[in-house]
């Protein structure tokens, strides 16, 4: 918001702003996206994964994603340079940077041996990069475990299905952030290290996180925001992608599991919450 009083849009005055949540239920995407259209909003502002669903439901209201990890593939976009049609956002690269998160944690957790994977069956984006680290982690010749989960419901499940492993490599998205607390709460009470993909799941309690700032995103998804609504084609504005990925720490959690951080991971990180 802040991003956007300074470009002149205020909210009460010069802009109206209309927020919905879909509680990381994918089903609820598809009402929101019909209730923005009912409305004949001037711009619709989403996450990548929802970006194609709206788009389904509208090719005239402009449609910004931010968070974006495969929109080529999720059918969001037709390309990066140059998206078209109706939608355009900023990209995360969280698939392409699975490997690099998998490797950091290895660091933090050098007896890793058996790693377990969650992810949310229901997000195309997660699943590449579930592919990822699982091609990563054969590679470094660990053994895998797979969480895979629908709803809130089968969380516990999951855990409880599990053998003990020396890591949890968390896929991020938005079932993960309306579940948090939740996985946490397992995750500790097994006493296992944490990876995801950015720092608010590591403010949170979670061990370590490496990708792109997330606040970022939302700063400068305000940018397109602002040119579109003075006229620019969504369309003609290309894909943003990161140049930059930070490495974020929690101390508190890793001395709760007593693991020592390496002092040279530890100059390298970004952020180290203690």
């Keep these: 918001m802040e991003r956007l009083r300074t470009l002149g849009w205020i909210e009460g005055r ?6 919905r949540w879909h509680e990381g239920r994918p089903e609820r995407v598809a009402e929101v996206a019909a209730e923005f259209v009912g409305l004949k909003v001037d711009l619709i502002v989403t996450n990548e994964a929802s970006a194609a669903i709206f788009k389904q439901a509208t090719s ?54 058996r790693l377990a994977i969650m992810v949310h069956l229901d997000n195309r984006g997660a699943m590449l990069e579930m592919g990822e680290v699982q091609a990563a982690a054969r590679a470094l010749g660990l053994e895998i475990a797979i969480l895979e989960v629908r709803q809130a419901e089968g969380i516990a499940p999951a855990f409880a299905a599990l053998k003990q492993p020396d890591a949890l490599y ?22 296992l290290p944490t990876s995801f993909n950015a720092r608010i799941y590591v403010q949170a309690g979670g061990l370590m ?46 001395k709760a599991l007593g693991l020592e951080v390496p002092p040279m991971l530890l100059a390298r990180a970004d952020e180290v919450i203690e």
């Design 14 to 19: 010069t802009i109206a702003i209309e927020y």
């Design 60 to 113: 005239i209201i402009p449609i910004v994603f931010v968070l974006g990890i495969d929109p080529v593939g999720s059918g969001a976009v037709g390309s990066l340079a140059r998206p078209g049609g109706n939608v355009t956002g900023l990209s995360v690269q969280g698939a392409e940077t699975g490997s690099k998160r998998l490797e950091l944690l290895r660091e933090l957790v050098p007896q890793l041996r």
């Design 170 to 191: 968390v896929v991020g998205s938005a079932f993960v952030s309306a579940n948090l607390t939740r996985i946490l709460t397992y995750a500790h009470t097994r006493r």
């Design 209 to 254: 996180s490496y990708g792109t700032n997330f606040s970022d995103q939302f700063v400068r998804a305000a940018d397109y925001v602002d040119k579109i609504l003075r006229g620019t084609k969504p369309g003609d504005i290309p894909v943003e992608q990161p140049t930059k990925f930070e490495l974020v720490i929690n101390l508190t959690t890793a």
